[in-house]
């Protein structure tokens, strides 16, 4: 059985602040007490089982580029739309330029520490039936795709023009990477999954599991016990859970 996600996790300046936006726009539940297996932070958990956490943890330094993934919320009618960007605005965000068209149905917006988002317009087929969350969105390569789908063992609903996509067996969102060409990297990205192994099985065994399906291992500077820290096939970083 290979290791489940556990959490997507945002560096925050003021990581209780941004978890009190995401828990009342999403309404889900906060635990301003640290989440034992992920080992500190602020933790949200879904409204249900087919989603992953949502995991806030301090950081130094402010946003500075656009973020390599970001949520697709979807909405049922125009009316809904509108409604869910007012309700995320009256909460703390704001609307981002980052190069949409004026002919593009969805709405840009940054939650309060500038980390993009996007309400997607009514009737996107590609995301039906996947919830208000309607998928992670991330900008990668097809080679990260096939990783991802292989190390969740969640399979591909997606694999055309180079972009993919994968959803858990159990529903929820999709993760999909767009291809090429990829975004630059300029430094330690601040959002990152954190992948717990299942009950009685050797952290150490699953790292190695990874890296031969082409996770590398890196030195990314989280400072924090409790974890392996690992790069997917495009850098991106990664945690994996490690008993303390």
């Known amino acids: ?28 539940d906060l635990r301003e007490e640290p989440d034992e297996q992920s080992g500190g932070g602020v933790t949200l958990r879904p409204g249900d089982e087919t989603g992953f956490r949502l995991r ?6 402010p946003k500075t580029s656009q973020n390599h993934m970001h949520f697709d ?7 809904d739309q509108k409604q869910v960007v007012e309700r995320a605005l009256a909460l703390g965000a704001q609307h981002l ?5 004026p002919e593009e149905g969805h709405v840009v917006l940054g939650d309060p520490e500038g980390n993009e988002f996007c309400v997607i317009e009514p009737g996107n087929s590609f995301l039906a039936e996947c919830g208000f969350i309607g998928a992670l969105a991330g900008d990668g390569s097809q080679a990260a795709g096939y990783f991802w789908s292989r190390a969740l063992d ?5 694999d055309q023009d180079e972009e993919t996509a994968i959803r858990s067996p159990h529903g929820g969102p999709k993760l999909t990477w767009g291809g090429p060409p990829l975004m630059p990297r300029t ?3 601040r959002l990152h999954f954190d992948l717990a192994p299942p009950p009685g099985t050797d952290p150490a065994a699953e790292v190695d599991r990874l890296v031969s399906l082409g996770a590398t291992r890196v030195d990314a500077g989280r400072g924090e016990a409790g974890r392996v820290v690992l790069a997917d096939p495009d850098g991106h970083e990664f945690c994996v859970l490690t008993p303390r």
Do not use: Y
């Not at 945002?10 to 009342?24: G, K, M, S, T």
């Not at 969640?154 to 997606?158: A, C, D, F």
């Open 187 to 189: 430094g330690k990205d």
């Open 73 to 79: 919320l979807t909405s049922t009618s125009l009316d």
């Open 56 to 61: 806030f943890v301090a950081a130094q330094e």
């Open 97 to 101: 330029d980052i190069g949409q068209r």
């Open 154 to 158: 969640w399979p591909l609903v997606w």
């Open 1 to 28: 059985m290979p290791a489940r996600l556990h959490a997507l996790c945002f560096d925050a300046l003021d990581p209780l602040r941004l978890a009190r936006f995401w828990a009342e726009f999403l309404r889900w």
